[in-house]
């Protein structure tokens, strides 16, 4: 149940208290990105508080994807849950482990609705360039992103 595998993932990112739920976004189905052959998606974007910095915050979500993947085979393939930092407040981070905001935000349709509906006027911490002239630049029909129904 991929809805169910979103609820579990962020139950287990907020049962400390040090991870704090503030906004969630609809859930979207949506076809795979890079590597096509692979069932679609359930996509959803959350807004949360946290005391951890961002690295320590990266550790964690890389811990709840090891419990529920650990046999990834193939990298973009098929996996149960994945879970990425896109921004940090209006943090620019650049490390070997962490990229924030994510390189690939304004690739992606999947990333660009969700984060729009829970933050509609979210800008670019680098540039302050609106997502939303992103996402309206973005014209890849084959991203497929629509509600998820049931």
Not at 19 to 26: E, F, P
């Amino acid at each position: 149940d991929r809805r169910q595998n979103i609820e579990q993932a962020i139950a287990r990112l907020t049962a400390d208290g040090e991870v704090k739920l503030i906004k969630s976004s609809s859930y979207y189905e949506t076809s795979p990105v890079d590597y096509h052959d692979q069932p679609d998606f359930v996509n959803s974007v959350i807004e949360v508080e946290s005391s951890l910095d961002p690295h320590s915050f990266l550790g964690r979500i890389k811990a709840i994807e090891q419990s529920v993947n650990p046999l990834r085979k193939i990298t973009k393939g098929p996996r149960m849950i994945d879970l990425d930092i896109l921004l940090y407040n209006d943090q620019v981070i650049e490390s070997e482990e962490l990229v924030v905001p994510h390189p690939a935000l304004c690739r992606r349709k999947f990333v660009l609705v969700p984060l729009l509906e829970i933050a509609p006027d979210q800008q670019c911490p680098v540039d302050r360039r609106p997502y939303r002239q992103c996402l309206q630049a973005l014209n890849d029909p084959s991203q497929k992103v629509e509600l998820c129904h049931g």
